[in-house]
């Protein structure tokens, strides 16, 4: 299929132009924290001279355990994200978890996204494909590639053809998760822009009990591999100090973790695309 280029604020997305960079923390934990880091991941992504989306969560509504820290909750993160985006200048993706919340949301941020356990949720699907803003599914841990083109038709019935697919790895018997590189390549072949998740990839779901582990280690790695592709995009989290943080800190990148990553896919995607240094392509 002909390849789709996707817009979302001033930024084109395609498998055929260069990788774009999607980070953020996992949670918004404070103004404060989720400002001073967001700062510093768009920093390092156009240091390498590519171009940074943001990512936020004001909920996150799967924790493992009932005590598990889910963030400030819809108001306070939207209005916190805002912030984020108005002093950045960049687009913004936001996890959406019930069809209510797509409106609201819809309102701060560019890309909705569909979070991985919830890609099959047709009312919430819908609901955020009818708001007219780019949908981003995350391909759920039990699915195989080739049936995400159920959930993309389910979105283009509405009219919405902004759609962005995520890779974040497949269920590998209990407590671990295995990234299938083929996925990749046949979820382009729908056309529109495919994603990988590199920290969502290397979970150890439920692995400490009461949370979920990981090994950040791993996350570049199989970062460069998706590169190799030909991708639209590289999503990440990442975290001042990971193992403090009050979720997915295992899994998440430091600073240093994630310039490296930045510059190793840049370095790939451009030998694989060969393409000039201009960020969009041109």
């Known amino acids: 299929m002909t390849p789709k280029n996707v817009r979302t604020g001033n930024i084109f997305v395609s498998n055929e132009l260069p990788l774009i960079y999607i980070g953020g923390p996992c949670i918004i934990e404070s103004e404060e924290g989720y400002l001073s880091t967001v700062r510093?991941?768009?920093?390092?992504?156009e240091a390498e001279g590519r171009r940074f989306i943001l990512k936020a969560s004001f909920d996150k509504a799967n924790r493992s355990s009932?005590?598990?820290?889910?963030?400030?909750?819809?108001?306070?993160?939207?209005?916190?994200?805002?912030?984020?985006?108005?002093?950045?200048?960049?687009p913004a993706?936001?996890?959406?978890?019930?069809?209510a919340q797509a409106e609201v949301c819809a309102t701060v941020?560019?890309?909705?996204?569909?979070?991985?356990?919830?890609?099959?949720?047709?009312?919430?699907?819908?609901?955020?494909?009818?708001?007219?803003?780019?949908?981003?599914?995350?391909k759920g841990q039990f699915l195989a590639p080739q049936n995400m083109d159920n959930i993309v038709q389910k979105i283009?019935?509405?009219?919405?053809t902004d759609i962005l697919l995520t890779e974040r790895g497949s269920c590998f018997g209990y407590?671990?998760?295995v990234v299938d590189m083929r996925s990749l390549h046949i979820m382009k072949q729908s056309g529109y822009p495919v994603i990988f998740d590199a920290t969502h990839s290397v979970q150890k779901p439920?692995?400490?009990?009461?949370?979920?582990?990981?090994?950040?280690?791993?996350?570049?790695?199989?970062?460069?591999?998706?590169?190799?592709?030909?991708?639209?995009?590289i999503f990440y989290e990442a975290h001042p100090t990971p193992d403090k943080a009050l979720s997915?800190?295992?899994?998440?990148?430091?600073?240093?973790?994630?310039k490296e990553l930045v510059r190793q896919t840049a370095a790939i995607d451009k030998t694989v695309k060969m393409y000039t240094d201009d960020p969009n392509g041109n």
């Not at 510093?40 to 992504?45: A, P, T």
């Not at 108001?75 to 002093?87: C, H, N, V, Y």
């Not at 993706?93 to 069809?99: A, F, K, M, N, Y």
């Not at 283009?156 to 919405?160: A, H, L, Q």
């Open 40 to 45: 510093m991941l768009k920093q390092i992504v």
């Open 66 to 90: 009932i005590e598990a820290f889910r963030g400030p909750g819809l108001k306070e993160g939207l209005r916190i994200l805002a912030l984020a985006k108005e002093e950045l200048g960049v």
């Open 93 to 99: 993706l936001v996890d959406v978890h019930e069809p």
């Open 109 to 138: 941020a560019d890309i909705l996204q569909i979070p991985a356990f919830l890609c099959r949720q047709t009312d919430l699907v819908l609901a955020c494909a009818r708001t007219g803003k780019a949908v981003n599914v995350k």
């Open 156 to 160: 283009v019935s509405t009219g919405n």
């Open 175 to 177: 407590g671990d998760l």
């Open 206 to 233: 439920g692995a400490l009990g009461n949370a979920t582990g990981g090994d950040r280690q791993l996350a570049p790695v199989l970062a460069r591999a998706a590169a190799a592709v030909g991708i639209a995009g």
């Open 248 to 258: 997915d800190g295992p899994n998440s990148l430091t600073y240093a973790g994630v």
